[in-house]
Nanobody
């Protein structure tokens, strides 16, 4: 139900844009989130966006990453700038909801896309 794309390899300081397509007709009802999982680590939330477009970021990406959504195209994006080696991970999009500022994921995941930041 979610298809992610846009990963790749980039040098430190570079940029990538991830996109996730929602295959369904109820996209605008969902909050959306981007998660990442590095080898040996748990999956962690990176950023989320409410159905109305309010955005939230984890401290480790604030000022570098931007989450956005296009309800007309059933898509959510993650613009990643000033990438660091520690951003290397598989990135997953997710559909969920917000309870106040807290994002709660549903069991609706994209397939994951690899982001590698290395010189």
């Amino acid at each position: 139900q979610l298809q992610a794309c846009g990963g790749g390899a980039v040098q430190p300081g570079g940029s990538l844009r991830l996109s996730c397509a929602f295959l369904g007709r109820t996209f605008s009802r969902y909050s959306m989130g981007w998660y990442r999982q590095a080898p040996g680590n748990q999956r962690e939330l990176v950023a989320s966006i409410t159905s109305g477009g309010i955005t939230y970021y984890k401290d480790f990406v604030k000022g570098r990453f931007t989450i956005s959504r296009d309800n007309a195209k059933n898509a959510v994006h993650l613009q990643m700038n000033s990438l660091k080696p520690e951003d290397t991970a598989v990135y997953y999009c997710n559909a969920g909801n917000h309870r106040g500022i807290y994002y709660s994921p549903y069991n609706i995941w994209g397939q994951g896309t690899q982001v590698t930041v290395s010189s």
